[in-house]
């Protein structure tokens, strides 16, 4: 299919679900009208856009993807067995190619305060509520991916925590895409509010069942109230030839906390926007990103923290392994605003390269418009260091085994900043199966 | 157990080493010394088997092996050590878990099964106490934020759990206090025995004030330029190194 044919068929499919919208709220109508003038506008990214330039979409565009409707490709329960992590009990809510699975899912109990559901059943019922939120966070010019999901999303997560609530249980969203030949796209919607004072740590999981050609285009809005704490797990381990093209777009109130954990082992395209607007004081934002490619995988993170407002605090931490032919792109973009006195801001990028035919492209991009501010960045691109291979090699451990634990041990630097242990451990071994080595104990653990 | 023949390395091209030889018998402990440049670090590392030195000519037989064909991993496992001058950082890895590697790695080449946790940590702790070094560098990043005296000392307790027969302590004691180089001494004292070899690479006489050797060397401009008992290092001290260089220089056409 070539790019204008791609554009139409989603042009056409925009057409056709606002005729469906005929019975919903007015804002919404307006949301799906503007995700569509906007696709209408900025069309498929090209290499031509700076921003786009190490990564061609071509094959996305080409491989014509639509979505299918709810229940099509059944799953069996204990197909998702092994995606939960051991020993850490979740309020777990499954999506199948992009819409809810109520039998798949075991949200549990949620304490007073708590509201989470599908979002296209709040949507229906609870639209109200919504409102106040929905698209807020995406950036006007955002690209056209980011407007194709505001346009044609059919489902994803609504999550409203109300003033002072707290999760004790993380809430584990599964995004599962099953292989069924035909070239499927599944666009996740979600929506979380935090308002102040409350708490919640949320992973976001994609996965797949089988192997086949898909396309996960996902979008994920958190408001981030005044005090309030939110932990974000973005866990991608999509099947080995899908695309998948992630946004999430976080807005910060005073005092308020948001870290995001970014790992991408899985994908053969894929590309990560996040972004995160400090918009009061004292705000703070961590990133902290992982990449572990081989074959011919490409990644790219774009992240961008915008810091509006004073005494706000940014950290970012990204690291990658590049094996084969992998190609990575992480571009780092950090404002401070005039207004954005006292900002205390650090970005590093450090990337691994194992082989000669893989490329890392590194941009850190510093924006400051603010005179009393503290702002550091580093990138790296390198290869694993000689003095110290010939170090654990001159202390018996074989050349193979000194490099993968070597390599390892950069990679897991990430995963150490992880709080919730069961995921950090069930991610090394993860980590350790892709790097072909034993999972090795933790630093602080004797063995 | 260490033969020498004749040794020329080069590195990047340019030869440091012209011709070295050296006999190390078991039991016994020598000392190479010299001034700066004069290739005593080279001699240490090619024989640890680092890939930046190039060997053009020369042998060198290890307890009966062609030493120069093993990868550096093969020689530590063959009981060869060598205390690093500039021990490297690795973060990441930890001090116990790359001590229990290694050993593990060299008993197995011995048929030796692996020490179980207990019996590994009894022994790493009992040789703790010989270079007193706190515990809670055990569990720390190898040589991660360590000062320079910390990552002698981590050398020297590598050395004293993996037990080698010839241990290349490379320019150890430079940079340490004297509580420091006490406790190296006491390192390379402990392990010294009738099966074991030793070879200090220092540019000072210092530390054969705790470490008798049995042999002293001089290199200059990659020769052994004088060999002799411990007085030789008495003299180097007195004089310095610039009456070696004369006497040894060739006389020319």
């Known amino acids: 299919m070539n790019p204008n044919t791609a554009k139409e068929t989603y042009l056409d499919a925009m057409g056709a679900a606002e005729k469906g919208l005929a019975g919903a709220p007015s804002w ?19 290499t031509r856009d700076e921003a786009w330039k190490y990564t061609d979409v071509t094959p996305i565009v080409q491989a014509g993807f639509q979505s299918v409707a709810k229940g099509a490709n059944g799953v069996d329960p204990a197909r998702l067995d092994g995606f939960w992590f051991e020993n850490l009990p979740s309020h777990r809510l499954v999506f199948v190619n992009g819409h809810y699975s109520e039998k798949l899912s075991t949200p549990g109990a949620w304490p007073e305060g708590v509201t989470v559901m599908s979002l296209a059943e709040a949507l229906r019922d609870q639209a109200h509520r919504i409102e106040p939120y929905l698209g807020r966070c995406v950036p006007e010019k955002a690209h056209g991916f980011a407007a194709l999901n505001t346009a044609l999303f059919a489902d994803g997560a609504f999550i409203h925590l109300g003033r002072g609530a707290r999760l004790t249980w993380p809430i584990h969203l599964l995004y599962v895409t099953t292989g069924a030949g035909e070239p499927l796209l599944s666009q996740p919607r979600n929506l979380v509010v935090a308002e102040e004072d409350s708490q919640a740590v949320l992973i976001e999981n994609y996965v797949a069942i089988g192997e086949s050609v898909y396309f996960t285009n996902a979008l994920t809005e958190v408001v981030v109230g005044p005090h309030a704490l939110i932990e974000h797990y973005r866990l991608q381990e999509e099947g080995a030839q899908a695309f998948h093209i992630g946004g999430l777009h976080a807005h910060l109130d005073r005092d308020g906390r948001f870290t995001a954990h970014g790992i991408d082992l899985g994908g053969r395209l894929v590309r990560n926007d996040l972004r995160s607007v400090l918009d009061a004081e004292g705000a703070e934002c961590q990133m ?35 094996d084969g032919r992998s190609r990575a792109v992480f571009h780092g973009r950090v404002i401070v605003r005039p207004d954005a006195q006292h900002t205390d801001a650090q970005q590093v990028n450090n990337n691994l390269l194992l082989s000669r035919d893989a490329e890392a492209d590194t941009k850190p991009q510093l924006e400051i418009y603010a005179d009393d501010v503290k ?32 390599t390892y041990a950069f990679a897991r630097d990430v995963l150490s900043r992880l709080r919730l242990e069961p995921v950090r451990s069930q991610l090394e071994r993860h980590l350790a199966a892709k790097l072909r080595v034993a999972a090795l104990p933790q630093t602080q653990e004797v063995f | 157990m260490l033969s020498i023949k004749n040794l020329h390395v080069s590195v990047d091209g340019k030869p440091i080493l012209k011709g070295v030889n050296l006999e190390v018998k078991a039991g016994e402990v020598h000392a190479i010394m010299g001034p700066n440049g004069s290739g005593k670090s080279t001699l240490a590392n090619v024989l640890a088997g680092h890939e930046h030195y190039e060997v053009t000519a020369g042998e060198v037989i290890y307890q009966g092996r062609d030493l120069l064909q093993l990868p550096p991993e093969e020689r530590a496992r063959q009981g060869m050590f060598l205390a690093f001058q500039y ?32 019996d590994f940590l009894a022994l790493v702790k009992d040789r703790m106490k010989l270079v007193e070094m706190p515990e809670e560098l055990l569990y720390r990043s190898v040589n991660e934020g360590f000062s320079g005296g910390e990552k002698k000392r981590n050398e020297i307790l590598q050395m004293a759990v993996l037990e080698p027969k010839l241990a290349i302590l490379d320019e150890t004691d430079s940079g340490l206090d004297i509580d420091a180089l006490q406790v190296v001494a006491r390192g390379v004292n402990v392990l010294r025995g009738p099966e074991r070899a030793i070879i200090l690479v220092t540019h000072y006489q210092r530390l054969l004030n705790y470490i008798e050797p049995d042999w002293v060397h001089v290199l200059v401009d990659g020769r052994i330029a004088k060999s002799g008992d411990k007085t030789l290092a008495y003299e180097l001290e007195k004089h310095g190194y610039g009456w070696i260089a004369q006497e040894s220089t060739p006389a020319t056409v």
Do not use: W
């Open chain 1, 28 to 46: 919404l109508r307006e949301l799906r009208r503007s995700g569509a003038a906007r696709f209408a506008e900025a069309g498929f990214p090209t």
């Open chain 1, 288 to 322: 902290n990103g992982l990449y572990v490619l081989g074959g011919r995988q490409h990644v790219d993170n774009h992240t961008h923290i915008d810091h509006a407002k004073p005494r706000g605090t940014s950290r970012e931490f990204y690291k990658g392994v590049l």
């Open chain 1, 375 to 406: 702002c550091a960045h580093g990138a790296t691109v390198g290869q694993l260091d000689p003095d110290a291979l010939f170090y654990l090699r001159s202390r018996a451990v074989d050349e193979t085994a000194a490099r993968d634990l070597l």
């Open chain 2, 87 to 118: 021990p490297v950082e690795i973060p990441g890895v930890s001090n116990i878990y790359l001590l229990k590697s290694a050993l593990n790695a060299i008993r197995e080449s011995q048929n030796l099964p692996e020490l179980d946790a207990m």
